[in-house]
């Protein structure tokens, strides 16, 4: 086996020796040279990469050498341009100690680097070329041909000695000094492992000079390498189109100690890139459910990897958002209105943080993605009080009625007293209690406005609030209302909604729209009068607090200082709501 195993590797030391014709000087050619002569090497490929020296070898894999520089920015992989000093360390080796060693200039892509596989008693080989300091010495004993220098592969049982170094025994009655760079993981339990790494040689005494490998790669053989799966992805559930969400895994471990890197996969034909951090993210471009998993894989042998259970998100459209910025503002009425009711009194300052709200009110479109999505049969985006109410739903309650299934007045074809109308997608949902609209806000990754937000949004300009969203003079052409009923100059029919956004001229400071008319709001809070109110009130756990108006009121309900309140549980064709986050 060892001649066989030598005239392969004479014909492959030829191949060098003819490649040298046209593509100058090779690794066998600086071998032969003496110490202290001059060499130069070119696009040479790099198979080891410590700080302060690298290997090369020939893309023939016919040998290799070791170049010592310091500081020499190189990695495995590239190639390299060489020029120095041929030297023989005091383990026989022939080096370059290098003036120079650069990247080679492009094409400079060696492809993947596979090591020449061998048994251990191969490894080091015999004496080669040999005369005066030129050539290289071999292993005590050796008569194979020597492959000093050379990326291999090489297998056995492994044995620790201590945090840098193993021996590899094949059974073949000859130990293999195996080395690591610091902070190598390496483990006493591990039996047999496969070893890739560069072929060299290590003075024992006077006399010995046995094989070593300087080591790029383990495999553990025994026990199994296996890659934990990792935690289910955590985030938000109900992300918005088009809007960047961040996911994260509680991470994986390899039990041979290798890094761990992740990819996550987000279920619309996209994947993150292999990073070791455990969280990534992504915006879905299209409406729907998606199940997000991650892959957990070792950073080293990249086929052994995991993948963690799914995580279900629905992806939904909650409509364009507005960015209301933080500061103060004066809310309610300071009794100059052209209406005033003790519960908008007295006037005052509020200080909110910034936040963004629905330009638009939540529509039928959006809700019905709620419903497809499973919303009314998952309890988690509902309160313990809607989900009760959900149960036994009545307009009514605590009357028992059937569970709610969808909102009242659902059918597209309605008749509110003036004649069959069309509800589209684009007409905000009605019929839809205090507990539905915290429900679907819930699912959408937000809640629902507090009674100030809505009102910063509805009427503050930045020094003043507005009495109406538009201005401080009542215009019943700019918002859906009952007097607006001339489809000739723009309005609609008494006694229905209009598609949300039909009133761009009566849009708030912000730039909100239908935040008067349309359908009454519902918002967080329980109703409650003012500090410093003469009429006090609290109807904290009984009534939740509307704001806006409807369809079909009079003016001094659309002004934005206006308070409405009903119990949570009550739905009828006047109330709607819109989304915060």
């Known amino acids: 086996m060892r001649k066989v195993f030598a005239s392969v590797a004479l014909v492959v030391l030829l191949c060098c020796s003819f490649a040298a014709l046209a593509d100058g000087p090779t690794i066998p050619d600086a071998k032969r040279l003496a110490n202290d002569q001059s060499v130069t090497l070119t696009a040479k490929t790099v198979t080891y990469a410590s700080p302060d020296f690298f290997y090369i070898e020939e893309d023939s894999r016919c040998m290799g050498i070791r170049v010592d520089k310091t500081a020499h920015g190189l990695a495995v992989g590239m190639k390299a341009d060489v020029t120095g000093a041929m030297k023989t360390n005091i383990n026989r080796e022939r080096y370059i100690l290098a003036s120079t060693a650069v990247q080679t200039a492009p094409p400079n892509d ?13 490894l080091g080989g015999g004496d080669w070329s040999v005369s005066g300091t030129g050539g290289q010495r071999g292993i005590t004993g050796s008569d194979a041909v020597n492959n000093i220098g050379l990326l291999v592969k090489t297998w056995g049982r492994f044995q620790m000695i201590d945090a840098t ?19 190598t993981f390496l483990n006493a339990g591990w039996e047999y492992a496969v070893v890739t790494g560069v072929s060299s040689i290590y003075k024992f005494n006077s006399v010995i000079y046995p094989p070593s490998l300087l080591v790029s790669d383990i495999q553990v053989l025994q026990p199994v390498e296996v890659v934990s799966v990792p935690g289910t992805p955590s985030g938000n559930t109900s992300p918005a189109v088009n809007v960047s969400e961040t996911y994260a895994t509680s991470g994986s471990a390899c039990n ?20 070791t951090s455990t969280s990534a993210s992504h915006a879905w471009s299209a409406l729907g459910t998606k199940t ?19 995580l279900q998100v629905n992806v939904t459209d909650s409509g364009e958002m507005i960015s209301i910025p933080a500061g103060d503002f004066q809310m309610g009425n300071n009794g100059s209105e052209p209406y005033s009711y003790c519960s908008e009194l007295p006037q005052h300052w509020v200080n909110l943080s910034g936040y963004s709200i629905g330009k638009y009110e939540v529509t039928r479109g959006e809700y019905q993605q709620f419903m497809s999505a499973g919303g009314y049969s998952n309890s988690a985006y509902w309160s313990s009080a809607g989900w009760s109410w959900r149960l036994t739903a009545s307009s009514s309650y605590p009357s028992v009625g059937p569970p709610r299934t969808q909102p009242s007045y659902w059918a597209a074809q309605q008749d509110w007293g003036t004649g069959t109308f069309t509800q589209t997608d684009n007409h905000p949902v009605v019929g839809v209690s205090y507990y539905e609209a915290e429900a679907f806000c819930a699912w959408a990754g937000g809640h629902l406005p507090t009674e100030a937000q809505w009102e910063k949004a509805a009427r503050w300009t930045g020094s003043y609030p507005n009495v109406y969203p538009w201005g401080n003079t009542w215009d019943a052409e700019k918002c859906n209302n009952y007097y607006d009923h001339n489809s000739a100059g723009g309005g609609y029919q008494k006694y229905q909604t209009a598609p949300v956004g039909s009133y761009p001229g009566g849009a708030s400071p912000y ?19 003012y500090p410093g109110s003469t009429c006090p009130a609290d109807y904290t756990g009984s009534s939740r607090v509307l704001r806006g108006g409807s369809w079909s009121y009079d003016d001094y309900y659309y002004r934005c200082a206006y308070r409405n309140h009903y119990n949570p549980y009550n739905y009828n064709l006047y109330y709607g709501f819109r989304l915060a986050r």
């Not at 680097?113 to 251990?120: A, D």
């Not at 170094?165 to 902070?183: Q, W």
């Not at 730039?511 to 009068?529: F, L, R, S």
């Open 110 to 122: 060696s492809g993947t680097i596979i090591p020449v596989s061998m048994n251990n008693n191969a």
């Open 165 to 183: 170094t193993f021996a590899l025994d094949s059974g073949e009655g000859l130990d293999i000094r195996c080395t690591v760079p610091a902070g």
């Open 256 to 275: 041979q100690g290798h890094q761990v890197e992740y990819r996550f996969n987000w279920g619309d034909g996209m994947t993150s890139t292999w990073s």
């Open 292 to 310: 997000v998993t991650v892959t957990a894989r070792c950073q080293v042998h990249t086929s052994i990897s995991a993948t963690s259970a799914g």
């Open 511 to 529: 730039g909100c729209q239908d935040m008067a008319g349309n359908v009454w709001e519902w918002v967080q809070d329980w109703y409650v009068t």
